[in-house]
């Protein structure tokens, strides 16, 4: 084969390569502190591959996920959330404290179970946040460390 057919090959396969790969984009998240826990190992083979229309995509972090673009992104291995007069609501038998809003984002840590879980799901997506912690616990639960403590009625 002559030089130039080879190089105009090679290009041709490095252009495909570069095609193909730029299609499964990774998204860059950092690990929480206990990322390395056995049970955040356990949680990450249970999380799904889509949350209602939002496609599980891939991370580059230890025991996180991420799904949508990424609308929700889960984290293990976050600080234990100490007892608080937050909100706290069960979904599907897993108890969360929801953190107060912020502007762009909602996020919501495991209550009761070491190590914690972090969900944050980006606001203003048309996106039903009960179904996605709904999903997520179910999914979840069977990984997750027994509960030591649950959420109480908030007193006003």
Request: aromatic fraction near 4%; include cysteine.
């Amino acid at each position: 084969m002559p030089l130039n057919r080879r190089l105009a090959a090679v290009a041709g396969a490095l252009g495909l390569l570069a095609a193909l790969t730029g299609c499964s984009t990774t998204v860059h998240l950092e690990p929480a502190a206990d990322a390395n826990d056995p049970v955040c190992a356990d949680v990450s083979v249970l999380v799904p591959s889509a949350i209602g229309d939002l496609e599980r995509v891939w991370t580059d972090a230890q025991a996180t996920a991420a799904w949508g673009d990424p609308t929700v992104v889960l984290r293990c291995g976050v600080a234990v959330p100490a007892p608080s007069d937050l909100v706290c609501q069960t979904f599907s038998g897993v108890d969360w404290l929801v953190l107060d809003q912020e502007e762009e984002r909602q996020r919501l840590v495991t209550y009761g179970r070491d190590p914690a879980i972090e969900v944050i799901i980006r606001r203003g997506e048309a996106i039903d946040f009960r179904s996605i912690i709904d999903k997520l616990s179910t999914s979840i639960q069977s990984g997750l460390s027994p509960a030591t403590s649950t959420c109480t009625e908030r007193l006003e």
